[in-house]
C-alpha cells in the first residue's frame, strides 16, 4: 500500500518562505509524477505544482514564480519550496502520486494516493 506523508505546515508572516516535505513509501517513487494539491478553508481542493520522473515541473498560475516544486529520489521524498507567502496561500497542503496513464496532471481525478495534508497558515 502506498503512504504519503506531508510536513513542514506551520504559521508564517506574510512574505515569508516555507518548505514542504512528502515522504513516500511502499511502490516505486521514482517513475509517478507527484502532485501538490490544497483546500482553502471553504473551497474546494485546488492544483498547486506536480513534477514528473524526468523532473519536468508544472504549476498553476496563481504560485508561479513563487513556489518550487522538486523531488530528492534517493530519499523518496518531493518538496514544495513556498516564498513571498500571501494570506490567499492559506489552506491544507496535500501531497497525490498520479499513476501512469493517470490523466491530465492539474485534475485531482488524475491522482490514486494522497496524504493526510498539513496546514499551512499566512497571516501576521
Known amino acids: 500500500q502506498v503512504q504519503l506523508e506531508e510536513s513542514g505546515g506551520g504559521l508564517v508572516q506574510p512574505g515569508g518562505s516555507l518548505r514542504l516535505s512528502c515522504a513516500a513509501s511502499g511502490d516505486n517513487f521514482n517513475v509517478y509524477t507527484m502532485g501538490w494539491f490544497r483546500q482553502p478553508p471553504g473551497k474546494e481542493r485546488e492544483f498547486v505544482a506536480a513534477i514528473t520522473s524526468g523532473g519536468v515541473t508544472y504549476y498553476a498560475d496563481s504560485v508561479k514564480g513563487r513556489f518550487t516544486i522538486s523531488r530528492d529520489t534517493a530519499k523518496n521524498t518531493v518538496y514544495l519550496h513556498m516564498s513571498s507567502l500571501k494570506p490567499e496561500d492559506t489552506a491544507i497542503y496535500y501531497c497525490?502520486?498520479?499513476?501512469?496513464?493517470?490523466?491530465?496532471?492539474?485534475?485531482?481525478?488524475?491522482?490514486?494516493?494522497w496524504g493526510q495534508g498539513t496546514q499551512v497558515t499566512v497571516s501576521s
Open positions: 497525490a502520486r498520479r499513476p501512469l496513464r493517470g490523466g491530465v496532471y492539474y485534475y485531482t481525478a488524475s491522482y490514486d494516493y
